[in-house]
């Protein structure tokens, strides 16, 4: 049986838009799910079938929102040794590692993180999502690795959104970037929208985009006549837009290490450590690491932090710049 949300605008909410007075009525939901119901065509006012979550509400206006049954996922198991750092009866913390993606997706719908949780012996996994993302709450890049959190119901799916929706779950990383950020503390805050030029990227928007917040700080500079100037840094986000920590390295003028996408091309450098060269270019990702995930359990409320060392290649590198 659909859940179905039906009320009577009062004179108090007049003006407001209908995603957050929904949302504040069901506090059950997240924003972002109730802004995907309302896109998907699942919303109606006064009769009439209404696809903007910012539309405007009036007094006594009838609104009637549809929950739809959610879909049951089809995914073919993947034999793949999951990094389970937290596990119980509503959620587990996976370290992941880079190069593999976090669900199915064009080209790779069948070795991915989704994929191989569906190996586990119980695996109960929030449905209420896309049917190809079950469980899947946030995501880090294919190519980064570190912490992630996956939802085993809809209940822990729903209260860990709305932690996500309110910022505030904690989320640190750490980068290795060309050269150093000037100032090298601080915050970086602009919207991020899609490239205009490559669909596949985003870019900092100056006009439209979603808001993105990034605090950093320089942990370590590395700089001498046989190390090109690279920074260690710490990234807490605010917000958790797509490629957000890449994109602002990079608005910075300070790409990170590795980065395919929004990449720096590595020069031949005079004087270069040569086992120190030999590590940069045979690096296959880029040198970021989601190492901090905190958050309120969904059942009892009570705070969790986990923290996750850097993988090997990238703690290689780290140490030869150290020593070099």
């Known amino acids: 049986m659909k859940n179905i949300i039906n009320l009577v605008v009062e004179e108090e909410l007049y003006g407001k838009r209908i995603d957050v007075v929904i949302a504040k009525k069901n506090d059950s939901l997240s ?23 910012s539309k405007k509400i009036y007094k006594d206006d009838k609104v009637f929102l549809t929950i739809p049954l959610p879909k049951k996922a089809s995914l073919k198991p993947f034999k793949y040794k999951l990094d389970i750092i937290y596990n119980d009866e509503d959620l587990l913390v996976i370290n992941k590692s880079a190069g593999i993606s976090m669900h199915p997706g064009a080209g790779n719908y069948d070795n991915t993180i989704v994929n191989a949780l569906m ?5 109960n996994l929030s449905n209420i999502g896309d049917e190809l993302r079950p469980g899947i709450v946030h995501r880090i890049d294919k190519d980064t690795s570190g912490l992630v959190v996956v939802a085993k119901n809809n209940k822990s799916h729903e209260n860990l959104s709305n932690q996500f929706s309110k ?5 640190i990383y750490q980068a290795l970037i060309w050269g150093k950020l000037r100032p090298q503390n601080g915050k970086i ?6 490239s205009t030029k490559n669909r596949q990227l985003m870019e900092v928007g100056f006009a439209k985009g979603k808001q993105a917040i990034t605090n950093y700080k320089t942990i370590e500079i590395f700089e001498n006549s046989k190390v090109p100037t690279l920074s260690l840094v710490e990234c807490k986000l605010e917000t958790g837009r797509t490629h957000q920590i890449r994109v602002h ?6 790409n990170i290490l590795g980065d395919k ?16 060269e030999d590590l940069l270019l045979k690096l296959d990702r880029q040198f970021l690491h989601a190492k901090v995930l905190g958050f309120n359990h969904p059942s009892n409320g009570r705070r969790l932090e986990f923290s996750s060392n850097l993988p090997p290649e990238l703690k290689n590198i780290l140490k030869k710049l150290r020593k070099t």
Not at 119 to 123: G, S, T
Not at 261 to 276: P, S
């Open 189 to 194: 805050e602009t919207l991020i929208t899609r």
């Open 261 to 276: 996408k929004y990449k720096k091309k590595f020069k031949k450098l005079k004087n270069i450590d040569f086992e120190l």
């Open 167 to 171: 910022h505030t779950i904690t989320r």
């Open 119 to 123: 190996n586990l012996n119980d695996n």
């Open 31 to 53: 924003r972002t799910r109730i802004k995907n119901l309302i896109i998907n065509g699942n919303l109606s006012i006064n009769n009439k079938i209404v696809n903007d979550p």
């Open 249 to 254: 390295m990079s608005f910075k003028g300070n």
